[in-house]
Structure formats: C-alpha cells, structure tokens
C-alpha cells in the first residue's frame, strides 16, 4: 500500500513518525474516514469542513489548503487502485522533540499529516446490512466535546470489545439516559414510521453521514425528528439502524438482548440504506 506522510507518497514500511509526536503521546491529533465508491470519494466537502472546523476548535492549522487535500485522497485512491474502501486522513499537532504539555509553537513544529487507504471490496454490499446488527449499551463516559472528531478513541475500542465479549457487534453510549451515539457511528430509532436521532450538540459528533440521511429522508418525504431519545424508549421502537461513512446505513435488530420487531432490518433502515447508496453509486 502507498500512503502519504507530510507530502511524500511512500511504501506503508518506509513511513515514519517521530516518538515525540503529539498524536502519539497525547492523542493531540484529528481524523477523518472518507469512503471511497466505484473509485469515487463520498462527501468529500462535507468531511474536508468538519476537518477544519475540528482543526479550529483544537487551534491546530492544516498543513495543506482543502483542494490539496482532494488531491491527496484522489491520488491514494488511484495508486491503491480503490473501487470500494476507506481513506483515513490524521493531522497531529506535530513532534516538538519533547513531551510538554503545553502547545509547541506551530511557526517551528510543523503538524503531522498522514493518509492511508484501506481497500474494502464488498463494502456497499455487507452481509450485515442484510442480517441487521446487535448492540448492547454502556454509559457515555468520554469527554464533553465529542463534536471534535480527535483521536481519543480509547473509550469507543473499549465499547466494541465490551459488544464483542457479550456476543454482540457494537455499543451504543447512554448518559443521562439518553444515547449520545454508537462507538463510531450516530445512532437513530424509528417509531410508527417517524425516523428519531439526536439533535447536534458538543455531546455528539455531527456526522456527514447523518446530515446526507436526513437530507435523502426529508427528500423521500419520510418524517424525522431531532430529538433525545431513552435506551428504554430505544428497546420499545420498531426498528433502529445508525449511520457512518465506514457502513452507511446500518440497521440494529437488538439493543441489550431485546428483539426490535420481528429481529430483521426494518423497512426504513433498509429504504434509506438503499436511496442512500444509490445515490451514492
Ligand atoms: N466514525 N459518531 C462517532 C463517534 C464516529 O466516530 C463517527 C464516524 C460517526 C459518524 O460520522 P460520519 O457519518 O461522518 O462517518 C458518529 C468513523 C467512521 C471512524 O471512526 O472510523
């Protein structure tokens, strides 16, 4: 595989990063998953903005303008030869050749930019869109600007294993009550056919993947509404489903051992799943 290292195109074993870096030591860093379809980048824009808007929140600059960042992703994507996967993309705070705490001066460390593909045949077509997934909750115990896509992902890797052991394929967070949104995905449940999700705050991330659902649903003439919604009242919907660039649409047929409906993937989960990558296609 070739990726990319602040501006060299290389073999994955010839990369390097310094053991200072901060991303490394602190997980000072930002990320973005792009997926790639027949060869084509999906939402770039919409991922290109949330970087950015990541970037400033943690005062941090890109290394490279938008447009130069396209071309990146496009020339991964080409040299990898991607028809169906992911482009990851990390920006760090860089390496000042020390651990501190504080910042290091941006004008004599440089930030960190790394991009990497990963080849995903078979993505649109997921054995496990087909089947539906189960998730099992756990309490939201991460930081309170989860709207900042950072690569503090120490909790969400913990949720999936704890998922994992319980025999289950995901965890949604629950605080308050409430689920806040999946490991790696935002979360949704439909109720005698009105699609429900969270509304954007600091306690989510604001998906890119949300935003094209809800703009395709609205379009479809589905009904949505953005609102809190309850672990319980999530066991007691019709259906559930949760959305990401990594899976789409994906819909969830059981939340903590409770069977949603008849325990296979709802109409509206599948109807959007499908409008989705059509257009997408
Ligand atoms: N995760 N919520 C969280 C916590 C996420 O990590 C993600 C994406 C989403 C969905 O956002 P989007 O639709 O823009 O992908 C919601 C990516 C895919 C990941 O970490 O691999």
């Known amino acids: 595989r070739i990726v990319y290292v602040n501006g060299d195109y290389l073999p994955e074993e010839e990369a390097k990063i310094s053991i200072f870096d901060r991303g490394f030591l602190m997980s000072d860093g930002v990320y973005e998953v792009t997926s790639v379809l027949n060869g084509k980048l999906i939402d770039f824009p919409g991922h290109a903005t949330r970087l950015e808007r990541s970037l400033g929140e943690l005062d941090m600059a890109s290394p490279v303008s938008m447009d130069e960042l396209l071309a990146i992703h496009r020339e991964l994507v080409s040299r990898n030869e991607i028809e169906e996967g992911l482009v990851y993309l990390q ?66 890797s913990m ?48 998906g890119i993947t949300r935003a094209a659902v809800l703009r395709l649903a609205a379009e479809a003439q589905m009904e949505v509404e953005e609102r809190n919604f309850t672990i319980d009242e999530a066991k007691q919907a019709d259906e559930a489903f949760t959305t990401s660039a990594s899976a789409f649409v994906m819909p969830v047929v059981e939340i903590d051992g409770v069977t949603l409906g008849n325990g296979t993937p709802g109409t509206v989960a599948r109807r959007l799943r499908e409008i989705y990558l059509e257009e997408s296609l």
């Open 159 to 206: 949720g999936k294993m704890m998922a994992k052991k319980a025999g289950c394929d995901d965890a949604w967070m629950v605080e308050d009550g409430f689920v806040t949104e999946g490991t790696s995905n935002n979360a949704y449940i439909v109720k005698g056919g009105k699609i429900i999700t969270r509304e954007l705050s600091t306690d989510i991330l604001h």
């Open 91 to 156: 920006i760090t705070r860089g390496a000042p050749g020390d651990r501190d705490f504080a910042f290091p001066d941006p004008s004599t460390t440089p930030s960190t930019i790394v991009l990497f593909t990963q080849n995903k045949p078979g993505l649109a077509d997921s054995p496990a869109a087909k089947t539906g997934t189960k998730v099992i909750s756990i309490e939201d115990i991460r930081w309170g600007r989860r709207d900042i896509k950072t690569v503090q992902l120490l909790y969400p």
